[in-house]
Each structure stands twice: as structure tokens, then as C-alpha cells.
């Protein structure tokens, strides 16, 4: 689109700041002992706290701090040694108390780094801030009786909320910070990171500018992306949007827009003309909290694994491709357990293409993840450590063994290649040893197979069938005649 000053697209810069809810995976909720888990009976893990009962007093959940504080260790945030909860003020239906527990003035953590990567090309984003706050419970609207009812049960679930700067640029800048974001919190353990379940919600705030500004433009508030996906049409559609509205002559208008995902649009919910009345005030109820040097010196050391320096290690270490690299480092149990694997076995590599390509396969055509098939590092470091010791070709041990690994808790690899019955066996080391008689035995024709007449294949295994087939899988033995030819 161009306008009448001859602006287009191309004009503009996207400005976006990211402001994502984490839902902490404590065991109770952020001030009581009441249970922290999805999908329970409405109203069942709510204690007289939740339900504002007057005289109950809140009590702040350690391990809710010690997960904000690591992951603000790990964003090499400032931590605050003497931060405070505040109340903010607003009456909800599904926040009976009138106010909701959160902090403004003195978070947790302050500034910060995320370390993303988009294409090839890797860049810090900036954070402002994560702070501890508590959820509020769930209004469910009945169409039918057209009832409102409300369910507390997530009422007082602990969060952490981080705020970016305003300083992406990108669709794909945003996915790749949500996507970081949801790694490093699976890693570190303090959440699921689940963000179709809500466990992480992403508010997106969008404007636009012109190139070569530095001021920033009105910025507009997105909600209810639950997926990376839609976060990343949802941005892609309010730039197209807010720079059309410039072309034409309109002021972008501060307002809060709802994302719907089945129309790919999104609809204003309220305008931000007034500043928001939240009273915040620090929380009578509750004490300052004070971190010393030695409580984040003690949750520092637990940080054993973060994902990039879990990506340097495999690199380094492991010596794997970028690509085995990239599949690991993925998700925190593939990673341990591959390491796990790498303390049993030195063949690294051929271990991760493993994972990657014969058991991944599986997995997806079975439906089921790694942790839950039968699968152990042990098991896995044995089949490769098998094929490379050629007591077992990779045909065999993919097609035959596999499935048997996967599924099977009782069957025991290592007697798998200790068979008394000589006829079970495919006995490599025998048959590998024929194979060389044989080329001796006919030197011209290996001369001539090296030339290029590759016709002989069949010529020699119907001479290593004559030799040492009787009752052996032709199949196996033309894998290693080939694997033979090819090393000569
Ligand atoms: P509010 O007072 O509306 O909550 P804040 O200044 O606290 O706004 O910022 C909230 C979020 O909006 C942050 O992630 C910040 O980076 C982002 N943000 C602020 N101004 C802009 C802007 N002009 N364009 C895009 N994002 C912005
Ligand atoms: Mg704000």
C-alpha cells in the first residue's frame, strides 16, 4: 500500500515488547499450602485464603522465589536483595479479595538478557523486569442458563511475570524469545513451559515507527495468544494494520485487542485513554523478603545445565554435528538422557544419530516420547556400541532390535549377542573374515570391482553364500560384503 506521501511497508519499523506469564510448577499456590495442579473438580483446591475468608494471612511459597530466582540467574538479571509484594487494586468476580498480589516497585529480578537466534543470526533482547505474582480464578459463562460461574482453584497459583524492553523487531524475533524462553524454564525445572495449557501466556505490545526514528509510536496490547504461532500472526497482522492505519492518515489509538485465532484477527477490548487506577501499595500482610548473597550463591549451583552451555558442551565435548546439536538440546530429558548414554559409550555421534533418526521414527509412528517407551541410555549405548563392533549390522539392530528395546522391560540386550545356539548368531566376525578369503582367492576381479565394474557384486556373494550362507539371512551378509567392498 502506498500512501499519498509515497510511504509503503517498507517504511516502517515493528516495535514489540513482550510481556510472558510463567506458571510455576510449585507444588502449593504462591501464599498458601492449597494444591497447585489442572483440571481438578471446580472448587476443590481452594482453602479459606483463596476465598478471601476474613482473618487468614498469606504466606509466601520459598520455592517460588528460589524459581524466580534462578531463572533470573540464568537472564543474568539483577537480583534484588529487599524486594516486597504489593496489592493492586481491582474487583474481579474471580479474585474475591479485591486486589491481587503481584509486585511494582521492587521485583524479584531487574534488567536481564535472552540470548535468541533467528536464522543464523544470534542476539541479545533485553529485559526490564520478572516479578512473583499470584493468578486470578476462572469466570466460566454458561451460554445456555446464560449463569456465570466461578471456579477458584487457580486462584493464588504461583507466576512469575517477565517483561521485555521494547526492542524486537520481528515476528520470528518474538517466536524465537518465547520458544528460548520455554527451553530454559523446562531446563532449569521451574515450569512445563506448556503454552496450549496456559502454563505460559505471552502478551505482545506492538507499534510501529518510521525507519531511522528512535521515538517510540503508540503501542497496542494483544491478548489470548496461545500458541507461538499465533503469537507470531497476530504481530504479523497488527503491523499490517498499524501501518495501514498511518498511510491512511490515523492516529494508532492506545488500546487492548483480543486475538482470535479461527478468523486470524483481532478485536478491541477496551481503549487505554486514562492511566490505569490500580492503588498498588505494598502488602501489609507480608514481610519484605531479603536475599543474601549466600541464598542466590546456593541456587547458582544448582544451575548445572543451561541450555547453551548444554550446547557448547555437545559441540565441544561430544564433537556433534550442529544438527545432532540442535535435536538435543531441545528438551532437557533427551539431553540427560543422552549424556547418561555418553558416560557408557565413547561412540557419540553414531549414539545421537540414533536418537535422532531410527528411535525418533519409532517414536512418532508409535505416538509415545522417549521417557516413556523402555528405552535406557544403557540400552542404547550397548545396540550402537554392537553395530560399531560389527556383532550386529544396523539392519538388524534397527529393524529387529529396535522395536524390542522400546517395548520390551525384560528383554536383556546384552544377552542378546551371547547366543550358545552357533546357528542363532550371525556371526560377523567369521563371515567378514570369508569375505577377505575370498577376495584373495580372486584378487583380478577385486581389481576389476575397483575399476569400476561393480557387476561383481553378485559374482562374490555367490561366492560367500557357497562359503559361509548356509542358513544366514542373504540380506545381512550383502550388507557386509558391500560395507567390506567399500572399505578396500
Ligand atoms: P504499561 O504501563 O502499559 O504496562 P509498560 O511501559 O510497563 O506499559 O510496558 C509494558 C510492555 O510494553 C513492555 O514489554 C514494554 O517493552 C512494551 N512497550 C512499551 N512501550 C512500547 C511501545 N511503544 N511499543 C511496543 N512495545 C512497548
Ligand atoms: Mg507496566
Known sequence: MHSARGSSFTDFQLVVGLEVHIQLNCKGKLFSSDKNIFGCEPNTNVSALNIAHPGTLPIVNQKAIDSIVLLGIACKSEINKLCFFDRKSYFYPDSPKGFQITQDNEPFCKGGILNIKVSKNKRDVKLTKMHLEEDAGKSIHDKSSKDTYVDLNRAGTPLIELVTEPEIHSSEEAKAFVQELRRLVQFINISDGNMEEGSMRCDANVSVRRKGSTELGIKVEIKNLNSTRNLQRAIDGEFKRQVEEVLKGNEIISETRDYRADSNTSVSLRTKETLDEYRYFPDPDLPFIQLTEAD???????????????????LNKFSLSKESVQFLSQDIEIAQFFLKACEMSCNYQKMANWLMGAIQKWLNKEGTSLLSSNLTPKKLAFVVDAIEDKKVSYTTAANELLPKLMTDNQ??????????????????????????????????????????????????????????????????????????????
Do not use: C
Open 296 to 314: 542466590i550463591k546456593v541456587l547458582k549451583e544448582k544451575l548445572i545445565l543451561l541450555p547453551w552451555e548444554l550446547e557448547t558442551k555437545l
Open 411 to 488: 528383554f536383556d540386550i546384552t544377552q542378546a549377542f551371547a547366543s550358545d545356539n552357533e546357528e542363532d548368531k550371525f556371526d560377523f566376525n567369521r563371515i567378514k573374515k570369508d569375505i577377505h578369503i575370498i577376495f584373495e582367492q580372486y584378487s583380478d576381479k577385486v581389481l576389476q570391482y575397483k575399476k569400476g565394474k561393480k557387476g561383481l557384486l553378485g559374482f562374490f556373494m555367490g561366492q560367500i553364500m557357497k562359503m559361509s550362507g548356509k542358513g544366514k539371512d542373504p540380506k545381512e551378509i550383502n550388507i557386509l560384503l558391500e560395507e567390506e567392498l567399500k572399505n578396500l
